[in-house]
């Protein structure tokens, strides 16, 4: 069935560092791929999707690629602030289907 | 434009007892969703209804979860009785329709069960 794995966290980086958190999926045809973010006490928020293979998404400095060749949609933000301390999660939802598939969430600390 | 609305934010109980959740969805969102997560995991969904009726149930514990969505709208969550591993915040969400669209969340309710 479809699916989606994150890497495993907790990630800790220093403020103005480079940021990845990998994704890949499983899934049958082109389904969206998604970015949600959740900040301390607070529900999940869209961070970014793309909906076909070479689109990329980007919001806030973050950017994902859809990679079809390689079933990935990793997260990137070349410089973190403290104020992207979350936890984020990467989902997906088949075009024909009706649900969304989320992976395990990967904790980010940003320190100072 | 409001987003989905949640209530109550945070609630305690003690196990056996019951509990009700509100979701007011999006305005015009056909489709609403319910997500159970427990700390330091990803949701999972209970409950997935298109307009009024259930598209899928079948992750929810019916011997004590029930949710419905009479009139296509405003929706609620029930836990009758209640147990310690109901700790979790449920997650309402909804999306204009169910394929292929970005679902939209609430804050969640919080709910501790001692």
């Known amino acids: 069935g479809d699916s989606v794995t994150q890497m495993e966290g907790p990630v800790t980086l220093s403020e103005e560092a480079f940021l990845t958190i990998n994704c890949t999926y499983t899934?049958?045809?082109?389904?969206?791929l998604f970015w949600y973010v959740q900040y301390p006490g607070e529900g999940l928020q869209l961070l970014l999707k793309?909906?076909?293979?070479?689109d990329k998404g980007s919001n806030k400095g973050f950017e994902a690629t859809y990679r079809k060749e390689t079933t990935s949609f990793h997260l990137e933000k070349g410089s973190v602030q403290v104020s992207d301390s979350a936890v984020y999660f990467c989902?997906?939802?088949?075009?024909?289907?009706?649900?969304?598939?989320f992976g395990t969430g990967t904790s980010l600390t940003v320190i100072p | 434009e409001a987003g989905v609305a949640q209530s109550p934010r945070y609630k305690i109980i003690e196990k056996r007892q019951s509990v009700a959740f509100w979701c007011n969805p999006i305005s015009g969102h056909a489709t609403l969703y319910w997500y159970q997560q427990i700390l330091g995991q990803g949701p999972k969904l209970l409950i997935q209804f298109q307009n009024n009726g259930v598209v899928d149930d079948s992750q929810l514990p019916k011997d004590r979860f029930s949710a419905e969505r009479l009139k296509g709208v405003d929706s609620t969550l029930k836990i009758q009785p209640a147990k310690l591993e109901d700790s979790a915040v449920y997650l309402c969400?909804?999306?204009?329709?169910?394929?292929?669209?970005?679902?939209?969340f609430g804050e969640g309710s919080w709910l501790t069960v001692v």
């Open positions: 899934a049958t045809g082109y389904p969206s």
């Open positions: 969400a909804s999306s204009l329709a169910p394929s292929g669209n970005t679902i939209y």
């Open positions: 793309a909906t076909k293979a070479d």
């Open positions: 989902a997906l939802t088949p075009n024909t289907g009706n649900q969304f598939y």
